[in-house]
């Protein structure tokens, strides 16, 4: 059975590097809507260019188009073994267009990360991110272990601005973990333990949700 997860949580809770701690560890693509839409657009595919005219408008990239990427990623071999997908959806609407991409594929495995509001306003308020490819940096470094560009702090991961992004986030994911959450196949970790354990309490629950999906009967 094809392992395809959904990783969601609220930004800096953590889980773009689990996500992509558990894809490597799993032999499978890590994908995160930043990367594709890159990609898109430099490939320059009919969807990459509606993009790139979206944002060169200086305007927020449309579901319809972000759906449209996201299925473009999910048609290619690799992502047939499984996959792990870091911020798509984001909306209730994308979910929906999600499952519709779904059909006649292994059930879709979905965990929430937790993280509490005090914690994520410290971790963002201090973190570090690479100019050159976005990866976040570790506590103390000046340079990206990825890609070795210098490390530099968001003009937004300022205590007032994190609050706000926050309460967007909470907003819009409510709905999305509420649609989510009836499933037997959605699990919920404990985001503000050591990476480790973090990782480890992933690797468990994507375990007990494959042997539920592999059940008769478990949705997508």
Known sequence: MALNLIM??????????????LARTRGI???????????AVH??????????????????????????IVQERLDRADARRGFVL???PRTVAQAVALDGIM???????????EVSEAELVRRLSTRLICDDCGANGASGDTECGRC?????????????????????????????????????????????QPADRVFDD?????DAAVATAAKPGAWR
């Open 29 to 39: 693509p890590k994908i995160s809507t930043g990367d594709i839409l890159r990609e």
């Open 103 to 113: 059909t006649g594929r292994d059930p879709l495995l979905v965990v929430d990360v």
């Open 86 to 88: 870091d911020g798509f």
């Open 148 to 192: 070795k560009g210098q490390l530099v702090q968001r003009a937004d991961d300022n205590e007032g601005v994190v609050r706000e992004r926050l309460k967007v986030y909470h907003r819009r994911s409510e709905p999305l973990v509420a649609y989510y959450r009836v499933r037997p196949t959605f699990r919920s970790i404990n985001g503000a």
């Open 8 to 21: 969601l949580g609220p930004p800096g809770a953590g889980k773009g590097t689990q996500a992509e701690r």
């Open 202 to 206: 992933l690797a468990a629950v994507v």
């Open 43 to 68: 490939a320059g595919t009919e969807i990459g260019q509606r993009a790139k005219a979206i944002m060169d408008r200086g305007e927020l990239v449309s579901d319809e188009v972000m759906i449209g």
